[in-house]
């Protein structure tokens, strides 16, 4: 596997990290899942950078995201990363909760070495709750902190200065309040360095825009927030709200899905 220039990652790290930092202009990300969707993506004019979603990358193989591994994963976002290297993007990538159990912080740094160095990605998203448990096990808080810490000074160490954590706070996800997250995430934000933190609504619950502001307001605006196409918050109104980056997660992919089912329809008389 070739390696990257870490010069050329260095440089499109402090352009995708400044992208999160325009007032009521949030970083838009519509997620790929393969080359053919990133370069499609990344050929319309308000693209300004590339991002995967590993839900989607694994259903377009047939998996669920709990069964995803770090092979899957790589191997889905090497094409995509073809692209962004083509058109000129920063690359973020969904690496779940970074493929690395309790206590193992050398392996997640290796991981972020073959982020970095194999894909040339600028930026991760970064879970704390563990991707393969079925309960919805969260990793511990302090740990949560030293992963993403570790994340921050792997990247450092290769010489990327500006390397962007989206760091994921799963507690209302998994049943908590809404606040814990917060709490999370305000200290994944002021302790750990993270750019940004993505709050994941519980599926069964819709997205109030008083809580979606309450969060950018607790977090000084420095949050992702995930987008429902057709749903009653824009893209430029979560941005004119005061997030810094919006993104769609698995949508993009589920649409194409559906289009396709459709397309097939015809052809069988349905």
């Known amino acids: 596997m070739s390696v990257i220039s870490t010069a050329t990652t260095a440089s499109k790290a402090t352009l995708f990290k400044s992208l ?77 909760d970074g493929y690395a159990s309790s206590g193992h912080l050398g392996k997640l740094g290796s991981v972020i070495e073959k982020v970095i ?46 390397f962007v954590v989206n760091a994921r706070s799963d507690t209302f996800l998994m049943g908590g309040t809404l606040e814990e997250s917060i709490r999370r995430g305000k200290r994944y934000l002021e302790e750990a360095g993270a750019e940004t933190v993505f709050i994941f609504w519980p599926r069964n619950r819709e997205m109030e825009k008083a809580d979606v502001q309450k969060v950018i307001d607790e977090l000084g605006g420095r949050v992702n927030v995930s987008c429902r196409l057709g749903g009653d918050m824009t893209t430029g109104e979560l941005g004119m709200m005061g997030a810094a980056r919006v993104s769609v997660g698995p949508q993009v992919f589920l649409v194409a899905a559906e289009a396709i089912k459709k397309a097939a329809g015809v052809v069988f008389g349905s």
């Open 20 to 96: 999160h930092r325009t007032p009521n202009q949030p970083l838009l990300l519509a997620n790929a899942y393969d080359a053919t969707s990133a370069r499609i993506i990344g050929s319309l004019p308000g693209c300004k950078a590339l991002a995967t979603a590993s839900y989607a990358l694994a259903l377009s193989i047939g998996k669920t995201d709990e069964t995803l591994t770090l092979q899957d994963n790589l191997s889905l976002c090497r094409p995509i990363a073809a692209v962004a290297h083509q058109f000129n993007l920063p690359l973020t990538v969904d690496i779940q």
């Open 117 to 162: 160095l194999e894909l040339g990605a600028v930026g991760v998203n970064l879970e704390d709750s563990w991707h393969e448990s079925t309960t919805g096990e969260m990793i511990p808080e302090d740990e949560a902190i030293e992963r993403i810490n570790t994340v921050i000074q792997t990247a450092k160490d290769l010489g990327v200065q500006d």
